[in-house]
């Protein structure tokens, strides 16, 4: 069955490391999310990709970074992890074939990242 | 500024009792209303959606949510909870290119 993995689902890490989430879907969608979820703010996306090659920052983009070499892809990456990154990261596909804002969202299973 | 407000960040609640999350939006132009739900160690899946048409949606497992223009709202009902829906509760809405979430509502229904 085609699926949206993340991984690894468990991080712990050390400020200023750099830190990379994978994200892989199966589901050949063009569309990919990152959201992070925190107590008391619900989702917040972090950088969206609409294909191969396009990224585009999201509302809390600041200390990361993403790119898309193929359709499958989008991995995370912290350039230098910092403590206030410490939080739950969900990544998320939808098809990319209808108007954008009429399409439902596959998530993830979820990363857990700590940094001490 | 696109933004949801989810009324209610934690819900206690009985089996049988009856349920509505309140969702609240502000946006300008046209917007397409979801809720998802987050189970215990699950992943985030949709539960209905409103693009047009009938205001009054009916989602997976008994959930219907009511979009009223006027009041910017689109909130979640189920009219007898089960201890199964014990869960997270998540309003989302889509404007333009961009998807905002609420910061969720978390159920809590005693057996």
């Known amino acids: 069955d085609a699926e949206i993995t993340q991984s690894p689902r468990h991080k712990i890490t050390e400020t200023g490391r750099q830190v990379t989430l994978a994200c892989h879907q199966t589901?050949?969608?063009?569309?990919m999310f990152w959201y992070r979820q925190d107590l008391g703010h619900g989702l917040r996306l972090i950088h969206y990709s609409y294909g191969v090659q396009d990224t585009n920052k999201g509302e809390v983009s600041d200390g990361y970074s993403v790119s898309r070499s193929n359709t499958e892809d989008l991995p995370l990456t912290l350039e230098s992890a910092a403590s206030s990154q410490t939080s739950v990261y969900f990544c998320a596909s939808s098809p990319g074939l209808a108007g954008v804002s009429q399409e439902t969202q596959y998530f993830g299973p979820g990363t857990r990242l700590l940094v001490l | 500024a696109q933004s949801v407000s989810q009324h209610n960040h934690h819900v206690i609640l009985s089996e049988a009792a009856s349920l509505e999350l309140g969702c609240n939006y502000s946006y300008g132009g046209t917007v397409n209303l979801f809720w998802y739900v987050q189970y215990p160690g699950q992943h985030l899946q949709l539960l209905l959606k409103?693009?047009?048409?009938?205001?009054l949606v009916k989602g997976i497992k008994g959930f219907e949510a009511e979009f009223i223009k006027s009041k910017f709202s689109f909130n979640l009902r189920k009219p007898s909870v089960q201890w199964s829906d014990t869960a997270e509760y998540f309003c989302?809405?889509?404007?333009?290119?961009?998807?905002?979430f609420g910061a969720g509502t978390r159920l809590f229904v005693k057996a």
């Open positions: 589901w050949n969608h063009n569309n």
């Open positions: 989302a809405v889509m404007g333009g290119f961009k998807t905002i």
């Open positions: 409103y693009f047009s048409g009938d205001p």
